[in-house]
């Protein structure tokens, strides 16, 4: 994971590694793994992306 001293202040250092994230048809926005290739959460309360994490190029 990534480091976010000092911890409060609302930003990473550096993007979370081994995830990243793609947008379904719907328009929400999945992450997963990339170790294992499997989806680990779906952002279903608003359809941003999540914070630091890679985006997968299409």
Known sequence: MATNPPSGDGHR???VKDRSQTQTPSGHW???DKETG????VKTTDKTPFKGI???KK
Request: aromatic share 8%; net charge positive.
């Open 13 to 15: 250092n550096g993007a």
């Open 38 to 41: 499997q989806f680990m959460d």
């Open 54 to 56: 890679t985006k997968e």
């Open 30 to 32: 999945v992450k997963r």
